[in-house]
C-alpha cells in the first residue's frame, strides 16, 4: 500500500486495460467504416437516376464532402490533442453515420448536398484524422507499418463496399436504401471502434525500443511542431504541393473510375457487360490499393519518404500513360492495378511522413492541415475532367485527362527531387564547411608550430650551450683578473679562464722619481723663528692588502652557475 503523500499511478479500469493493438484494431473499424466513401461513383448515379435528377447536379458531391471533411479535421486535430480521441471520434462516428442515413431520405440534390456534404463529411473529418493519428503514437517504432495497415484496411473496406452495393443492395433495396443501410453500419462500428481509443501517457516508449540518438519517440527531423510554427516553415508548402500532385490521379480515378471504364471499353456504357466491368475495376483498383498501402507503408520504414514519394509519382505516370492507350479491359485493369497501387502508398506514407518531418505531439492537426492538398486535389480533378474531356474522341474522350493528370504527377516528381537534391546538396555543404574547419584548424596549428619552432631555434642561437648570466659571471672575472694584479691574489688560487681579447698584460707601475733640489736661502734668524728642520724622508707607499676571499677570481669561479629563466615564448 501507497504511504501517504505518494503519487498513485491511475488506475486502468474498464476500456483502458486496452493494450496497443486493441486501440488499433478500434481504430480500424473507424477506417473501415469511413471508406465507404469510396462508393460515390456507383450509388450516387443511381439515386439521381431513381429521383430524376441531372447526373451533372451530382458531380460535385465529392469534391465538397472532401472540404467539409477536412475543414472539420482541423478541428478535430486539435481537439483531440486537448481532449483525447475517444470523445472525438465519438461524436464523429454520430454524424457521419447520421449523414448517410438522412442522403437516403433526402428527395432535392441540395439535401443530398446537406445531408451527404455537410454531416457526413463534418463527421468523416472528425473520425479520420484522429484515428490514424492516435495508432501511430501508439507504434512510434513502426509508425509507415501501422499507417499501411490502416490504409489497406481502407482500401479492403472500399472493395468490399462496392461489390456488396453492386451485386446486392442496389438490385434488391434500390439506392435509398442502400445509403440507409450503410449509415446505420457505419453508425454501429465507427461509435464502438472509437471507445476503445485513448492517447499514450506523455513520454511513452515501447518496450525494448531506443528512440534515435538526438530525437525521442514525439520529435521530427523539424522539431515538435504545432501547426502554426509548421506553417511557418517552407517545407510545409513543399511537401503540400507535392500531396495534392500526388493525390489529383487518385481523386479522379476515385469518383470517375467506373464511368472510365465503361467509356473507353465498351460502345455502349450503360449495357449491363459495362456496368459490371466497372464495378470489376473499382473492386481490383481498390484491392490494389490496400497492397500497395501495405507495401508503401513498409517501404516507408525502409528508405524513408522521399524516396517512396518518386517510386509513387514513376508508377503514378506510367499507369496513367497506360490507361490513356488502353485497347482492351485486361491491359486496362493492369494499368488501373497500377495507379490503385500508387494511390493506396500515398495515403499510407504521408501520415507518417508528416509526423517524421514535424513531429507527432500535434500530429492529428498537423495532417489536417496537409490533408488540405487532398482537398486541393478533388477539386483540381473534377475540372480537369471536364476541361479536358472530348466527347468528339468517341471511346478515347478521357486521352487527354490522363495526359493532364500524368503531367501534374510529373510537376510532383520534379518537386520531390528537388527536395532530394537540396537536402543531398545541404548535407554536402555542412560535410565540406566542416571539413574546411578541420583544415583551417590543422593549418592554424602547423603555422604555431613553425612559429614555435622558429622561436626555439632563435633562443638555441642566443644560448648555445651556456647560459647569459654564467657569461656575464666569466666576463667579470676576466675583468678582475686584470684589474688585480697576480702577485696581490691569494696563493694557491686557480688562474681564471683565458681572457677573450687580446689584451696585453699590465706592466709594472714607474717608480716616482725624487724631486730636484731646490736652491735654498738661508732665511733670517729671527728670535722667535723655530730650527729649521730637514723635510723627513719620502716613504714608498705600502703594499694594499690581499683582496678577500669572497672577492677573488677563484671564488667566482668555484660558485655554480645560477639557472636562468627561460624566454616566454608566447610574449614575443
Known amino acids: ?42 450509388v450516387i448515379p443511381a439515386l439521381a437516376e431513381s429521383h430524376g435528377w441531372d447526373v451533372a447536379a451530382t458531380g460535385w458531391i465529392y469534391p465538397v464532402f472532401q472540404t467539409f471533411q477536412v475543414a472539420a479535421g482541423l478541428l478535430a486535430g486539435s481537439l483531440s490533442d486537448r481532449v483525447g480521441p475517444r470523445p472525438v471520434l465519438f461524436w464523429g462516428g454520430v454524424l457521419y453515420g447520421a449523414g448517410w442515413i438522412l442522403t437516403g431520405f433526402a428527395n432535392s440534390v441540395p439535401a443530398v448536398y446537406f445531408a451527404f456534404c455537410v454531416l457526413g463529411g463534418i463527421g468523416n473529418g472528425f473520425a479520420y484524422s484522429p484515428s490514424l493519428s492516435t495508432a501511430q503514437r501508439w507504434y512510434p517504432d513502426k509508425r509507415g507499418a501501422i499507417s499501411g495497415l490502416l490504409i489497406a484496411i481502407s482500401n479492403l473496406a472500399t472493395a468490399a463496399f462496392s461489390l ?53 519517440a514525439t520529435v521530427g527531423s523539424y522539431g515538435d511542431l504545432s501547426p502554426r510554427q509548421m506553417l511557418r516553415t517552407r517545407r510545409f508548402y513543399f511537401l503540400f504541393v507535392i500531396f495534392a500532385c500526388a493525390s489529383t490521379a487518385g481523386a479522379m480515378m476515385i469518383s ?60 503514378t505516370i506510367i499507369a496513367l500513360i497506360g490507361l490513356s492507350m488502353a485497347p482492351v479491359l485486361g491491359f ?19 501520415p507518417p511522413f508528416t509526423g517524421q518531418t514535424f513531429g507527432t505531439t500535434h500530429l492529428g492537426s498537423n495532417w489536417a492541415t496537409m490533408y488540405w492538398g487532398y482537398a486541393v486535389a478533388t477539386w483540381v480533378s473534377a475540372p480537369l475532367s471536364t476541361a479536358l474531356y472530348d466527347e468528339s474522341a468517341g471511346r478515347w474522350a478521357y486521352q487527354n485527362t490522363f495526359y493532364g493528370a500524368a ?11 528537388y527536395l532530394m537534391l ?24 602547423r603555422s604555431e608550430t613553425r612559429a614555435e619552432s622558429r622561436r626555439e631555434s632563435r633562443g638555441s642561437r642566443q644560448l648555445p650551450g651556456t647560459s647569459i648570466a654564467r657569461r656575464w659571471r666569466q666576463a667579470t672575472t676576466w675583468l678582475l683578473q686584470q684589474a688585480v694584479p697576480a702577485r696581490m691574489q691569494k696563493p694557491g688560487a686557480q688562474a681564471g679562464p683565458e681572457p677573450w681579447p687580446a689584451v696585453e698584460p699590465r706592466t709594472a707601475t714607474k717608480p716616482i722619481a725624487k724631486p730636484t733640489a731646490m736652491p735654498t736661502t738661508k732665511p ?49
Open 332 to 350: 486496362y485493369i493492369c494499368a488501373a492495378v497500377l495507379l490503385g497501387m500508387a494511390n493506396g502508398a500515398l495515403g499510407a506514407i504521408y
Open 256 to 315: 470517375a473510375s467506373s464511368l472510365i471504364a465503361r467509356t473507353q471499353l465498351f460502345p455502349d456504357p450503360s449495357a449491363p457487360s459495362a456496368i459490371a466491368a466497372g464495378g470489376l475495376v473499382v473492386s481490383l483498383t481498390t484491392i490494389a490499393g490496400a497492397v500497395g498501402s501495405f507495401l508503401g507503408g513498409t517501404i516507408f520504414d525502409r528508405i524513408g519518404g522521399h524516396r517512396s514519394l518518386v517510386i509513387i509519382f514513376t508508377t
Open 1 to 42: 500500500m501507497a504511504r501517504f503523500g505518494t503519487p498513485v499511478a491511475p488506475l486502468r479500469t474498464g476500456l483502458n486495460r486496452v493494450g496497443r493493438g486493441g486501440i488499433v484494431t478500434g481504430a480500424s473499424f473507424v477506417i473501415f467504416c469511413l471508406s465507404a466513401v469510396s462508393v460515390l461513383s456507383v
Open 407 to 417: 503531367l501534374i504527377s510529373l510537376a510532383g516528381l520534379l518537386l520531390t527531387l
Open 422 to 445: 537540396a537536402a543531398r546538396l545541404h548535407n554536402a555543404t555542412r560535410r565540406l564547411l566542416s571539413i574546411l574547419r578541420v583544415w583551417d584548424y590543422a593549418r592554424s596549428r
Open 524 to 572: 733670517a734668524t729671527r728670535p722667535d723663528a723655530l730650527p729649521a728642520t730637514q723635510p723627513a724622508a719620502r716613504q714608498q707607499p705600502a703594499p694594499p692588502a690581499a683582496l678577500p676571499e669572497t672577492q677573488s677570481a677563484a671564488y667566482f669561479d668555484a660558485q655554480p652557475a645560477r639557472e636562468t629563466k627561460e624566454p616566454c615564448l608566447s610574449c614575443e
Open 164 to 216: 456488396v452495393s453492386a451485386s446486392l443492395l442496389l438490385p434488391l433495396v434500390g439506392a435509398a436504401a442502400t445509403f440507409k443501410i450503410i449509415g446505420v453500419f457505419a453508425l454501429i462500428f465507427t461509435c464502438g471502434g472509437a471507445l476503445l481509443t485513448r492517447n499514450p501517457q506523455p513520454g511513452w516508449q515501447p518496450e525494448n525500443w531506443q528512440a534515435p540518438q538526438g530525437s525521442s
